[in-house]
């Protein structure tokens, strides 16, 4: 009987969509990249960006096979909208090739699988068929931010998206204030990068005065960004964020 392949969980840069891409080799180690290029089966957001990533890979360690010839296989769109970490999605068909011997390597757009993108659906049948799971080294957005603000590293919490309609956002903004400002547990959050701009002015008009305000942008590139300060005082400043450039956002204490 054949032994069930791998699934790595094979981290990728914090650039895509920028335009400005850092060097692989700054931001993730060799033997990540080494082991990506080891890979011929893939399960991905998108293949035409898992393709774009595997074309940088190659040029520092020859991938096993031709990239046309990878056989790639993107998650579907549903999982994209309404995310897979409810345990609807059954992605144990994605697996047949691991349960063949092969391993496999789980890819989202930027940093790590299933951590703030797609993929738990993936892992959580890697599981359930006894499929080991390797997740490897490589930068994952929310933890540099965490540790770049100064909040408290040892209670937080990511809560992922916040609403889009403005009453609605603004009620969980002061919920997740209340949160933080009680328990002391900082909250993280993201946001479409079109819709920068528009977070942060409801931030500002939300947040007490006193609340400690986080913004982390264009992590591991040369003008990534990074700063703390009191809503009081960030209404002194100009806007650090951009509609082009993924950010993370904090509140704490």
């Given at each position: 009987m054949t032994a069930p392949g791998r699934l790595f969980l094979v981290p990728a840069p914090l650039d895509f969509g920028c335009a400005v891409q850092a060097p692989?080799?700054?931001v993730l180690p060799d033997a990540t990249l080494a082991r990506a290029a080891q890979l011929t089966h893939w399960i991905c957001?998108?293949?035409?960006?898992?393709?774009?990533?595997?074309?940088?890979?190659?040029?520092?360690h020859p991938l096993a096979a031709p990239l046309q010839e990878l056989r790639i296989t993107e998650l579907p769109r549903e999982v994209h909208k309404k995310g897979d970490h409810a345990g609807t999605f059954?992605?144990?068909?994605?697996?047949?090739?691991?349960?063949?011997?092969?391993?496999?390597?789980?890819?989202?757009?930027?940093?790590?699988?299933?951590?703030?993108?797609?993929?738990?659906?993936?892992?959580?049948?890697?599981?359930?068929l006894g499929i080991e799971v390797v997740p490897l080294v490589g930068p994952v957005s929310l933890l540099l931010a965490l540790a770049a603000s100064g909040l408290n590293g040892q209670n937080f919490a990511f809560?992922?998206?916040?609403?889009?309609?403005p009453a609605e956002r603004g009620k969980r903004i002061r919920e997740l204030e209340a949160l933080a400002l009680k328990a002391g547990q900082s909250q993280l959050f993201i946001e479409t990068p079109y819709r920068n701009a528009?977070?942060?002015?409801?931030?500002?008009?939300?947040?007490?005065?006193?609340?400690?305000?986080?913004v982390s942008s264009g992590l591991t590139l040369p003008q990534a960004f990074n700063r703390s300060l009191p809503?009081?005082?960030?209404?002194?400043?100009?806007?650090?964020?951009?509609?082009?450039?993924p950010a993370v956002f904090l509140i704490g204490r």
């Amino acid at each position: 009987m054949t032994a069930p392949g791998r699934l790595f969980l094979v981290p990728a840069p914090l650039d895509f969509g920028c335009a400005v891409q850092a060097p692989l080799r700054d931001v993730l180690p060799d033997a990540t990249l080494a082991r990506a290029a080891q890979l011929t089966h893939w399960i991905c957001e998108n293949a035409k960006s898992a393709r774009a990533y595997l074309k940088r890979v190659n040029e520092l360690h020859p991938l096993a096979a031709p990239l046309q010839e990878l056989r790639i296989t993107e998650l579907p769109r549903e999982v994209h909208k309404k995310g897979d970490h409810a345990g609807t999605f059954d992605a144990r068909p994605l697996l047949a090739a691991a349960l063949a011997g092969n391993d496999i390597g789980l890819l989202s757009e930027a940093g790590m699988p299933a951590v703030a993108d797609p993929g738990s659906s993936v892992a959580r049948a890697a599981h359930d068929l006894g499929i080991e799971v390797v997740p490897l080294v490589g930068p994952v957005s929310l933890l540099l931010a965490l540790a770049a603000s100064g909040l408290n590293g040892q209670n937080f919490a990511f809560v992922g998206y916040l609403p889009q309609e403005p009453a609605e956002r603004g009620k969980r903004i002061r919920e997740l204030e209340a949160l933080a400002l009680k328990a002391g547990q900082s909250q993280l959050f993201i946001e479409t990068p079109y819709r920068n701009a528009a977070m942060w002015q409801a931030l500002l008009q939300v947040l007490q005065q006193n609340t400690r305000l986080a913004v982390s942008s264009g992590l591991t590139l040369p003008q990534a960004f990074n700063r703390s300060l009191p809503v009081k005082a960030w209404k002194q400043q100009p806007a650090p964020v951009d509609n082009d450039t993924p950010a993370v956002f904090l509140i704490g204490r």
